[in-house]
C-alpha cells in the first residue's frame, strides 16, 4: 500500500505557516497531488484544497483517501496537467505546494508554466512551498553524471527513461525570481533508494507572492 501519511516537508511547512501566526484556513492548491496524502493532509489543517493530479486512478485514490480520513468536504480533486495553464481565477489561493511534483515536467517552458500558474492564482500575500531534490545529493549527482538529461542538474533514470529536473541554490533562487524569498533550507535524512541506504539532500523552499 502507498504511503497515506504527508511528505515530512509538506508537514514542516504546515508548522512554518503556524509559528509565523499564519490561519490555517482559506484556499490551498496541492500541485502534482499523486495519491492525495498532501491534499488530505492540508484539509485536515482547514484548508479548503484542490490537489491537481493528472492520471485519473491517483485522483479516484485520492478521493477514496479524503472519504477515509473524513475530509471530503475540504479535499477536491480536480483531473490536470500542471503544466497547461490551470482553471482557476487570479489571487484565488493562499497557499500552494509543490513537493517534487513540477520535477518530472520535462521542459523548462512546461516548469515555467506551473511556477507562472502557481503565482498567477495566489493572492498577493499568498505563501508557496517548494521542495526539490538537490544536485548535491548523493544518488542525484551519481545518475545526473552517469545518465545526463538535456538540461543542467537533470536525469534519465535508468530502466524507467523518468526525467527529473534537480537545482542547486542559486538556480533556483533564480528559477522562482518573481517571488519573495521567505526561506531557503538544505535538508538531508537518511533513505533508501536504487538498491542502497544513505544520506537524501533536498532543497525546500518558501516563497511569498
Same mark, same amino acid.
Given at each position: ?23 490555517? %484556513?482559506?484556499?490551498?492548491? *496541492?500541485? %502534482?497531488?499523486?495519491? %492525495?496524502?498532501? &491534499? ?9 484544497? @484542490?490537489?491537481?493530479?493528472?492520471? $485519473?486512478?491517483?485522483?479516484? !485514490? ?10 471530503? *468536504? ?6 490536470? +496537467?500542471?503544466?497547461?495553464? #490551470? *482553471? @482557476? ?5 493562499? =497557499?500552494?505546494? !509543490? ?32 521542495? =526539490?531534490?538537490?544536485? !548535491? *545529493?548523493?544518488?542525484?549527482? +551519481? ?11 537533470? &536525469?534519465? #533514470?535508468?530502466?524507467?527513461?523518468? @526525467?527529473?529536473?534537480?537545482? !542547486?541554490?542559486? +538556480? ?17 535524512? $537518511? ?9 537524501? &539532500? ?8
Amino acid at each position: 500500500m502507498a504511503n497515506q501519511e504527508p511528505t515530512s516537508g509538506v508537514v514542516l511547512f504546515v508548522d512554518w505557516l503556524k509559528n509565523c501566526g499564519v490561519q490555517m %484556513g482559506g484556499r490551498a492548491v *496541492d500541485i %502534482g497531488s499523486g495519491k %492525495g496524502r498532501n &491534499t488530505v493532509y492540508l484539509a485536515a489543517q482547514g484548508f479548503e484544497t @484542490f490537489g491537481l493530479e493528472y492520471i $485519473q486512478e491517483a485522483v479516484n !485514490d485520492s478521493r477514496q483517501l479524503a472519504a477515509d480520513r473524513g475530509v471530503s *468536504d475540504k479535499a477536491k480533486f480536480v483531473l490536470a +496537467e500542471i503544466d497547461k495553464p #490551470w *482553471d @482557476f481565477e487570479d489571487d484565488y489561493f493562499d =497557499v500552494a505546494i !509543490d513537493s517534487f511534483a513540477s520535477i518530472d515536467i520535462e521542459t523548462k517552458a512546461g516548469r515555467e508554466i506551473c511556477r507562472n500558474e502557481m503565482y498567477r492564482t495566489l493572492k498577493p500575500g499568498g505563501y508557496a512551498f517548494v521542495n =526539490v531534490c538537490s544536485a !548535491d *545529493d548523493e544518488w542525484e549527482k +551519481e545518475l545526473i553524471l552517469k545518465h545526463p538529461g538535456l538540461e543542467r542538474n537533470s &536525469t534519465i #533514470w535508468p530502466g524507467t527513461g523518468k @526525467f527529473q529536473k534537480d537545482y !542547486d541554490d542559486e +538556480e533556483l533562487k533564480e528559477f522562482y525570481g518573481s517571488f519573495k524569498l521567505l526561506e531557503l533550507r538544505t535538508i538531508q535524512k $537518511q533513505a533508501h533508494k536504487l538498491g542502497r541506504d544513505g544520506t537524501a &539532500t533536498n532543497l525546500w523552499l518558501i516563497l511569498q507572492k
